[in-house]
């Protein structure tokens, strides 16, 4: 699955208090590469559909999310929205292409 390689060719580097590389990195990054390409469709996603459309848990999913604004994981646009409610605090993200 060439999406899944995509992070790890470029060598991208995770950081944290918690972070081990050993550990960590090749979980880290196929997940990285799985939320991208769920993304990649340019449509509009809750934290809750991304998680079960790629096995990540959610707070994974929302700090990946984050990571991909970065310059070191591409710079990618992650526009948020409000959803529903606005007393549950609820957003979808989309990617923007």
């Known amino acids: 699955m060439a999406f899944l390689n995509y992070f790890k060719k470029k060598k991208v580097h995770f950081d944290g208090a918690d972070y081990q590389p050993k550990k960590d990195y090749a979980r880290l990054t196929t997940q990285l590469g799985k939320i991208h390409y769920f993304m990649s469709d340019g449509k509009w996603h809750k934290l809750s559909d991304i998680s079960k459309g790629t096995g990540a848990p ?18 990618h646009i992650i526009k948020p929205k409000r959803s529903g409610s606005y007393g549950k605090g609820l957003y979808e993200y989309r990617l923007v292409r």
Do not use: M, W
Not at 58 to 74: D, H, M, P, W
């Open 58 to 75: 959610e707070a994974s999913v929302s700090a990946q999310l984050r990571n991909l604004r970065k310059v070191r994981f591409g710079s």
